[in-house]
Each structure stands twice: as C-alpha cells, then as structure tokens.
C-alpha cells in the first residue's frame, strides 16, 4: 500500500535563490551538506528521463531518474531506480519551491512509497530528519538561520 511523506519549511528568501539550490541540474552544489558525497549525472539537462546517481556520505548510492521537471514553476518529480537497497519497493519524490512574497518562499519536499521492511512511520520519520537537514544548509547557505529564529 503506497504511503506518504511530506516536509515543508518557509524560508526568508526569494523562491530563485532556494530553488538554485534544489533545482534538479543543480544538487551537486549541495555536496557541502555533509548528506551525500557526490552526485554524477548522466544527464544534468533537466528533461524527463534525465537520471543521476547520488552517492549519500554513508556509502550507499541512489540513483535518480526525472519524471517531470517545472523550470517556471519551480518544481520536479523523480523515481528512484535502485530500491534493493533500500527498504522501500516504490518511491516516487517531488522538491518544489512557491514564492510567498518578494523576501520568502516556501519548499517542499514530498514523497510517495511503498514500505518494505520498515513501517510507514519509520520512513516518514527518517525522511523528515533528512529533510530537515536539507532545510536548515539552505537556510545556512543563504545565511538566513539567525533571521528565522
């Protein structure tokens, strides 16, 4: 049974600035976060069925395929193709951002899965504490944690 997670955070900053941050052709620039190592792409172009891998600081690897890509509006949806490793058997993922204003934006992460070997309880729990983590290395990068306090 397909289960869901979702994590959003607003962020003192024009919905550009955070989206250059998670837009997809552009996630290598986050390797800083200290959440993955690296990310290769096999094709950076954001079309549908662009995929890249990202390697996590662990040592495990995801591998991503774009489903749909929104430049305008500012959002993506993706597969991941390597689920063995994982204990999920479907996941589909979506990053976007919408401007609320000239100064703030909001990001959203969601996600939808299938758990196996986890509970959707469990997946949603540690899919909230890397988003999270996400959230706060925008709000870092855009030095924006002392403002939103």
Partial sequence: ?????RVEAEIAAPAAAVWDIFRWDNL???????LFADVVYEERRPI???????????????????????????GYRYTVLNLDEFPLAEYLGG???????EDRS???????????????????SLYTAMQQEFVAFARDRLDLNDQEK
């Fill in 1 to 5: 049974m397909t289960a869901r997670a």
């Fill in 28 to 34: 290598d620039a986050a390797v800083e976060s200290g």
């Fill in 48 to 74: 549908p069925g662009a995929t890249r891998t990202v390697h996590l600081a662990d040592g495990a690897t995801v591998r991503e395929r774009l489903e749909a890509y929104d430049g305008d509006g500012l």
């Fill in 95 to 101: 990053v976007s951002v919408t401007p609320l204003g």
């Fill in 106 to 124: 909001r990001l959203v992460f969601a996600c939808a899965f299938v758990p196996r070997g986890i509970t959707a309880d469990e997946w949603r």
